[in-house]
Protein backbone atom coordinates (compact mmCIF):
# COMPACT_ATOMS: atom_id res chain seq x y z
CA UNK A 1 0.00 0.00 0.00
CA UNK A 2 1.23 3.42 -0.77
CA UNK A 3 2.10 5.90 1.98
CA UNK A 4 4.74 6.72 4.63
CA UNK A 5 6.55 3.67 6.51
CA UNK A 6 8.19 4.46 9.56
CA UNK A 7 10.90 2.11 11.24
CA UNK A 8 11.38 0.78 13.66
CA UNK A 9 7.94 1.37 16.06
CA UNK A 10 9.70 0.60 19.36
CA UNK A 11 12.70 1.07 20.49
CA UNK A 12 14.52 1.53 24.22
CA UNK A 13 17.77 2.93 24.05
CA UNK A 14 20.23 3.20 26.73
CA UNK A 15 21.34 7.36 27.93
CA UNK A 16 24.23 8.04 25.46
CA UNK A 17 22.85 5.29 22.37
CA UNK A 18 23.02 6.52 19.18
CA UNK A 19 19.96 5.50 16.88
CA UNK A 20 18.68 6.30 13.22
CA UNK A 21 14.90 6.15 12.54
CA UNK A 22 14.32 5.56 8.75
CA UNK A 23 10.87 7.23 7.15
CA UNK A 24 10.17 5.88 3.71
CA UNK A 25 7.27 7.49 1.16
CA UNK A 26 6.80 5.57 -2.08
CA UNK A 27 4.59 8.67 -3.30
CA UNK A 28 6.98 10.69 -4.57
CA UNK A 29 6.55 14.04 -2.52
CA UNK A 30 8.66 16.20 -2.08
CA UNK A 31 8.32 17.15 0.90
CA UNK A 32 9.15 15.40 4.23
CA UNK A 33 9.18 16.50 7.83
CA UNK A 34 10.16 14.95 11.25
CA UNK A 35 7.78 15.97 14.46
CA UNK A 36 7.55 14.79 18.25
CA UNK A 37 4.94 14.30 19.96
CA UNK A 38 4.77 14.59 23.62
CA UNK A 39 2.17 15.03 26.05
CA UNK A 40 0.23 18.27 26.50
CA UNK A 41 2.59 19.57 23.99
CA UNK A 42 1.55 19.00 20.37
CA UNK A 43 3.15 18.19 17.85
CA UNK A 44 6.75 19.85 17.23
CA UNK A 45 9.08 19.98 14.27
CA UNK A 46 11.93 18.57 14.64
CA UNK A 47 13.45 19.16 11.31
CA UNK A 48 11.84 19.00 7.28
CA UNK A 49 13.43 19.04 3.53
CA UNK A 50 12.35 19.98 0.92
CA UNK A 51 13.69 17.90 -1.72
CA UNK A 52 16.27 15.59 -2.14
CA UNK A 53 19.83 16.87 -1.02
CA UNK A 54 18.00 19.60 1.88
CA UNK A 55 17.20 19.83 4.91
CA UNK A 56 16.18 22.39 7.39
CA UNK A 57 15.62 23.47 11.35
CA UNK A 58 12.51 23.02 12.70
CA UNK A 59 10.99 24.14 16.36
CA UNK A 60 13.39 21.79 18.34
CA UNK A 61 16.12 20.36 16.33
CA UNK A 62 19.12 20.40 18.67
CA UNK A 63 19.83 16.92 19.65
CA UNK A 64 19.22 15.59 16.31
CA UNK A 65 20.52 15.04 12.84
CA UNK A 66 19.09 14.53 9.41
CA UNK A 67 19.83 13.54 5.57
CA UNK A 68 17.67 13.10 2.49
CA UNK A 69 19.99 11.24 0.42
CA UNK A 70 17.17 9.85 -1.31
CA UNK A 71 14.00 11.49 -2.39
CA UNK A 72 11.62 8.52 -0.89
CA UNK A 73 13.53 8.13 2.40
CA UNK A 74 14.25 10.72 5.52
CA UNK A 75 16.86 9.96 8.71
CA UNK A 76 16.51 11.37 11.95
CA UNK A 77 19.44 10.47 13.96
CA UNK A 78 19.96 10.82 17.85
CA UNK A 79 23.86 10.59 18.13
CA UNK A 80 23.98 10.37 21.75
CA UNK A 81 20.68 10.07 23.22
CA UNK A 82 19.35 11.58 26.58
CA UNK A 83 16.11 10.57 28.36
CA UNK A 84 14.40 14.00 27.40
CA UNK A 85 14.54 12.63 23.47
CA UNK A 86 11.66 9.68 25.27
CA UNK A 87 8.68 10.95 22.90
CA UNK A 88 6.74 9.49 19.94
CA UNK A 89 8.04 10.59 16.42
CA UNK A 90 6.30 10.64 13.48
CA UNK A 91 7.30 11.45 9.73
CA UNK A 92 5.31 12.84 7.61
CA UNK A 93 5.22 13.67 3.40
CA UNK A 94 3.53 16.12 1.49
CA UNK A 95 3.92 16.61 -2.34
CA UNK A 96 4.40 20.65 -1.98
CA UNK A 97 3.56 23.02 -0.07
CA UNK A 98 1.36 24.70 0.99
CA UNK A 99 0.42 21.59 1.54
CA UNK A 100 -3.38 19.99 0.29
CA UNK A 101 -2.59 18.01 3.91
CA UNK A 102 0.14 15.73 5.27
CA UNK A 103 0.38 11.50 5.03
CA UNK A 104 1.89 10.78 8.13
CA UNK A 105 3.50 7.85 9.46
CA UNK A 106 2.79 5.27 11.90
CA UNK A 107 5.08 6.53 14.35
CA UNK A 108 7.96 5.25 16.64
CA UNK A 109 8.00 5.09 19.91
CA UNK A 110 11.70 6.10 21.72
CA UNK A 111 12.21 5.36 25.39
CA UNK A 112 15.28 6.35 26.63
CA UNK A 113 16.52 5.18 30.10
CA UNK B 1 7.43 33.11 13.46
CA UNK B 2 3.69 31.15 13.47
CA UNK B 3 2.71 29.80 16.62
CA UNK B 4 -0.41 28.02 17.10
CA UNK B 5 -3.11 27.62 20.37
CA UNK B 6 -5.79 25.79 20.93
CA UNK B 7 -8.29 25.73 23.69
CA UNK B 8 -9.86 23.83 25.65
CA UNK B 9 -7.00 21.16 26.24
CA UNK B 10 -9.44 18.53 27.52
CA UNK B 11 -12.91 18.27 26.41
CA UNK B 12 -15.77 16.17 28.60
CA UNK B 13 -18.87 16.09 27.13
CA UNK B 14 -22.17 14.28 27.22
CA UNK B 15 -23.44 12.43 24.63
CA UNK B 16 -25.90 14.76 21.91
CA UNK B 17 -24.54 18.09 23.22
CA UNK B 18 -22.61 20.32 20.99
CA UNK B 19 -19.07 22.16 21.67
CA UNK B 20 -16.68 24.34 19.95
CA UNK B 21 -12.95 24.09 19.66
CA UNK B 22 -10.85 27.09 19.17
CA UNK B 23 -7.65 27.51 16.97
CA UNK B 24 -5.78 31.19 17.12
CA UNK B 25 -2.47 31.65 15.67
CA UNK B 26 -0.40 34.31 15.36
CA UNK B 27 0.51 35.00 12.19
CA UNK B 28 -0.76 34.60 8.40
CA UNK B 29 -1.28 31.23 7.31
CA UNK B 30 -1.81 30.00 3.91
CA UNK B 31 -3.91 27.41 5.50
CA UNK B 32 -5.50 25.91 8.71
CA UNK B 33 -5.97 22.20 8.81
CA UNK B 34 -7.51 20.17 11.30
CA UNK B 35 -6.74 16.49 12.26
CA UNK B 36 -7.82 13.72 14.70
CA UNK B 37 -5.52 10.98 16.42
CA UNK B 38 -7.11 8.06 18.32
CA UNK B 39 -4.81 6.96 20.98
CA UNK B 40 -1.91 5.37 19.92
CA UNK B 41 -2.58 5.92 16.19
CA UNK B 42 -1.16 8.02 14.09
CA UNK B 43 -3.18 11.31 12.75
CA UNK B 44 -5.91 11.46 10.45
CA UNK B 45 -6.67 14.37 7.71
CA UNK B 46 -10.37 15.95 8.47
CA UNK B 47 -9.99 19.66 6.81
CA UNK B 48 -8.42 21.98 4.94
CA UNK B 49 -9.51 25.30 4.96
CA UNK B 50 -8.09 27.55 2.27
CA UNK B 51 -9.35 31.27 2.35
CA UNK B 52 -11.13 33.17 4.91
CA UNK B 53 -15.10 32.47 5.52
CA UNK B 54 -14.23 28.94 4.56
CA UNK B 55 -16.52 26.38 5.93
CA UNK B 56 -16.24 22.45 5.52
CA UNK B 57 -18.67 19.69 7.16
CA UNK B 58 -18.22 16.43 7.99
CA UNK B 59 -20.78 14.24 9.62
CA UNK B 60 -20.84 15.61 13.12
CA UNK B 61 -18.13 18.28 12.55
CA UNK B 62 -17.73 21.62 11.27
CA UNK B 63 -14.46 23.30 11.08
CA UNK B 64 -14.56 27.47 9.81
CA UNK B 65 -12.17 30.25 9.14
CA UNK B 66 -12.10 33.54 10.02
CA UNK B 67 -8.39 34.99 8.72
CA UNK B 68 -9.01 38.33 9.94
CA UNK B 69 -9.71 37.34 13.32
CA UNK B 70 -6.75 34.32 12.93
CA UNK B 71 -9.40 31.75 14.33
CA UNK B 72 -10.52 28.55 13.24
CA UNK B 73 -13.14 26.43 15.28
CA UNK B 74 -14.54 23.18 15.45
CA UNK B 75 -17.98 22.49 15.67
CA UNK B 76 -19.35 19.40 17.74
CA UNK B 77 -22.63 18.48 16.67
CA UNK B 78 -24.80 16.06 19.24
CA UNK B 79 -21.47 14.51 20.07
CA UNK B 80 -21.52 10.48 19.86
CA UNK B 81 -18.52 8.35 21.76
CA UNK B 82 -17.11 7.66 18.43
CA UNK B 83 -15.92 10.90 18.32
CA UNK B 84 -13.33 10.87 21.70
CA UNK B 85 -9.97 11.33 20.09
CA UNK B 86 -7.46 14.01 20.13
CA UNK B 87 -8.30 16.91 18.00
CA UNK B 88 -5.42 19.02 16.38
CA UNK B 89 -5.64 22.00 14.33
CA UNK B 90 -2.11 23.44 12.40
CA UNK B 91 -0.85 26.04 10.14
CA UNK B 92 0.60 26.85 7.10
CA UNK B 93 3.54 28.74 6.97
CA UNK B 94 7.30 28.46 5.30
CA UNK B 95 7.15 25.23 4.06
CA UNK B 96 5.79 23.52 7.13
CA UNK B 97 2.76 22.97 9.20
CA UNK B 98 3.09 24.04 12.52
CA UNK B 99 0.55 22.26 14.97
CA UNK B 100 -1.34 23.61 18.05
CA UNK B 101 -0.90 21.43 21.51
CA UNK B 102 -4.38 19.23 20.96
CA UNK B 103 -7.95 19.33 22.40
CA UNK B 104 -8.58 15.65 24.39
CA UNK B 105 -12.50 14.96 23.54
CA UNK B 106 -13.60 12.33 25.59
CA UNK B 107 -18.02 11.94 25.39
CA UNK B 108 -19.20 9.96 27.93
CA UNK B 109 -23.11 8.59 28.25
Known amino acids: NAGVTQTPKFRVLKTGQSMTLLCAQD?????MYWYRQDPGMGLRLIHY???????AKGEVPDGYNVSRLKKQNFLLGLESAAPSQTSVYFC????????????FGSGTRLTVV | ELKVEQNPLFLSMQEGKNYTIYCNYSTTSDRLYWYRQDPGKSLESLFV?????AVKQEGRLMASLDTKARLSTLHITAAVHDLSATYFCAGSNTDKLIFGTGTRLQVFP
Open chain 1, 27 to 31: MNHEY
Open chain 2, 49 to 53: LLSNG
Open chain 1, 92 to 103: ASSPGHPPVGYT
Open chain 1, 49 to 55: SVGEGTT
